[in-house]
């Protein structure tokens, strides 16, 4: 069983940064691929950075060039390095662990972490 942990989230004034970090365990780290989803309040789930196993990483148009995703293979964490933040950022972030069993991709949430942007 995969299992996934977010930490690092807290309330920031508008303009700072914050570093989220996910720590996964129960897989290969080095073959997941890793994404950073977040949840506001009223709205539905939606995709801020992705990266591959490779490396390649994805970012939404909102967070492009203020948000950049990395991963530790030796660490098997994924963080978020978020800076510049808009109070628009306050939601709870969410890290996906993305594992493919005999051609079938399964999923794996943490429990989220709450970052708040105070304006």
């Known amino acids: 069983q995969v299992h996934v942990v977010e930490s690092g989230g807290g309330l920031v004034q508008a303009g700072g940064s914050l570093r989220l970090s996910c720590a996964v365990s129960?897989?290969?780290?080095?073959?997941?691929?890793m994404a950073w989803y977040r949840q506001a309040p009223g709205k539905e789930r939606e995709l801020v950075a992705e990266?591959?196993?490779?490396?390649?990483?994805n970012y939404d148009d909102f967070v492009l060039g203020r948000f950049t995703i990395s991963r530790d293979n030796a660490k098997n964490t994924a963080d978020l390095q978020m800076n510049s933040l808009k109070p628009m950022d306050t939601a709870v972030y969410y890290c996906?662990?993305?594992?493919?069993?005999?051609?079938?991709?399964?999923?794996?949430w943490g429990q989220g972490t709450q970052v708040t942007v105070s304006s």
């Open positions: 129960g897989s290969s780290f080095s073959s997941l691929h």
């Open positions: 990266i591959t196993n490779g490396g390649t990483v």
């Open positions: 996906r662990a993305e594992r493919w069993d005999a051609g079938i991709p399964r999923h794996y």
